[in-house]
């Protein structure tokens, strides 16, 4: 089982829950579909990924950016993912902060990147969200194709293409 860093040393405390919700989520899921690579938040050691905010990135949309080294097999070797300094959310209130599982769902997507997921497809990997706000942050979700996330849920390629890189 490889095991993964994911450095939030750089990161205010904003998007700290969020990421740490994201590396425990994804961890289940890799168990339960079988791919053989933990992310662990510490001292660990191997491949890290560096997470960091980005005044650039836009705050009203969904995204992050993320550049990854990888070995000739297309494992990690390090990766950058930023994310945006806050993410909005359009509500019939007004504009306000997105909820964490909203923010949640933008670092795994970035993290998933990381480990190799390089194309958009579906499910977690969808390039394109359609934001749904709660009638508070904490109901916040994000949509792709009728499905709504949190909680997060990878796509069968992306599950494929995963194994296909850890094992």
Known sequence: MATVKVDLSGLDAYWIKACKRAVTD??????KSDINVVLALGSSTGPTITVTTDSTISGTAVHGRT??????????????????VEVRINTPGGLRGAGLG????????????????????SHLMAQTWTKLS?????GDKLQEGGLSMPPLALAPESVEKLKAIWG
């Open 26 to 31: 994804l961890n289940v899921l890799f168990k």
């Open 67 to 84: 550049a990854a080294t990888t070995s000739d097999s297309g494992q990690l070797q390090s990766a950058e993912v930023k994310l945006p």
């Open 102 to 121: 909203v923010l949640e769902v933008i670092a795994a997507h970035e993290f998933v990147h990381a480990l190799g997921q390089v194309k958009h497809n």
């Open 134 to 138: 709660g009638d508070t942050p904490a």
